[in-house]
């Protein structure tokens, strides 16, 4: 059984802080690794996406990827209250298909 | 970034009458769109996977003949909500990918449909 695991939350930061959502994977062939912030009411956005082993950087976002430790996790650096959300972390499989975490509810407090 | 577009945003029916929702890839080229389902305050299901010009695979527990998806062309995918009762009630939104691995998945603004 594939599974991506999330804290589901809430994980509460205070406005101006780093905010870090974690997320493990149990598929050792997962190739690419994906980032939603879906606000309440709408659809998710895509964020960030990464399939290579260590950090990637997209102004304030941050993915990081361990592979060996079967590891994702994104860091939103300067929090502000737009970026409380739910954040979905996804897991490509060999068909292209995601897998997907139950989600981490973020709030961000003024 | 890729846009979909989804129509319409809103559908209110009654029960027994039959909605289609359309899904479009506007700036790129979706050989795989989704459909997925999703009740307040829980996680997205998946339902199907279209891939252009092929029958769509539905996931297990999700009716196929309810649920009537096409993908006609790269830029277009239906799904047919058949029969409608109030329990079909939901927020509907699909994705489009050009299934590269460096592809993601990107989601249209949802249907958010109403059976009375």
């Known amino acids: 059984q594939k599974e991506v695991e999330q804290n589901s939350g809430p994980l509460s930061v205070p406005e101006g802080a780093i905010a870090s959502l974690n997320c493990t994977y149990s598929d050792r062939g997962s190739q690419s690794f994906f980032w939603y912030r879906q606000y309440s009411g709408k659809s998710p956005e895509l964020i960030m996406f990464i399939y290579s082993n260590g950090d990637k950087e997209d102004g304030r976002f941050t993915a990081q990827l361990n592979k060996a430790s079967q590891y994702v996790s994104l860091l939103i650096r300067d929090s502000q209250p737009s970026d409380s959300a739910t954040y979905l972390c996804?897991?490509?499989?060999?068909?292209?298909?995601?897998?997907w975490g139950a989600g981490t509810k973020l709030i961000i407090k003024p | 970034g890729a846009v979909v577009s989804q129509h319409p945003s809103r559908v209110i029916c009654k029960s027994g009458t039959s909605v289609k929702i359309e899904c479009r890839s506007l700036?790129?080229?979706?050989?795989?769109m989704f459909w997925y389902r999703q009740f307040p305050k829980q996680s997205l299901m998946l339902m199907a996977t279209s891939n252009e010009g092929s029958k769509a695979t539905y996931e297990q527990g999700v009716e196929k003949d309810k649920f009537l998806i096409n993908h006609a062309s790269l830029t277009l995918s239906t799904l047919t909500v058949t029969s409608a009762h109030p329990e079909d009630s939901s927020f509907y939104i699909c994705s489009a990918s050009s299934e590269t691995r460096e592809s993601p998945q990107y989601f249209g603004p949802g249907t958010r449909l109403l059976v009375l």
């Open positions: 996804a897991a490509s499989d060999s068909n292209y298909q995601l897998i």
């Open positions: 700036d790129f080229q979706a050989t795989t």
